[in-house]
Nanobody
Framework: QLQASGGGLVQAGGSLRLSCAAS????????MGWFRQAPGKEREFVAT?????????SYSDSVKGRFTISRDNAKNAVYLQMNSLKPEDTAVYYC???????????????????WGQGTQVTVSS
């Protein structure tokens, strides 16, 4: 029900924009999140955006100030703009959707019911 795209190979300092097309309905009622998993590591939280107008966002400390999450409810899509990419950002990125997620658990992958298939982001040094 979620389809992530936009990954690729980029040099350090470059930018990528990930997209996630969602078929969950009604889309605007879902909290949306991005997570990532690097080889040999556990899946980690990247960013999340609140339902409806998306007025509340939060980021992991490692991406704060470099990444921006946004949503377009008319297109049933969520985006992750990634700037100033670093080699340590290399991972498979997953979008996720959930309902009834309270703010304190938005960074918890277990709070999300739906997951996309992931898109690979590779940052070369």
């Amino acid at each position: 029900q979620l389809q992530a795209s936009g990954g690729g190979l980029v040099q350090a300092g470059g930018s990528l924009r990930l997209s996630c097309a969602a078929s969950v309905s009604p889309f605007s009622t879902y909290v949306m999140g991005w997570f990532r998993q690097a080889p040999g590591k556990e899946r980690e939280f990247v960013a999340t955006i609140s339902r409806y107008g998306g007025g509340s966002t939060s980021y992991s400390d490692s991406v704060k100030g470099r990444f921006t999450i946004s949503r377009d409810n008319a297109k049933n899509a969520v985006y992750l703009q990634m700037n100033s990419l670093k080699p340590e950002d290399t991972a498979v990125y997953y979008c996720a959707a959930g309902r009834g997620i309270i703010q304190s658990t938005r960074a918890d992958s277990g709070a999300y019911a739906y997951w996309g298939q992931g898109t690979q982001v590779t940052v070369s040094s």
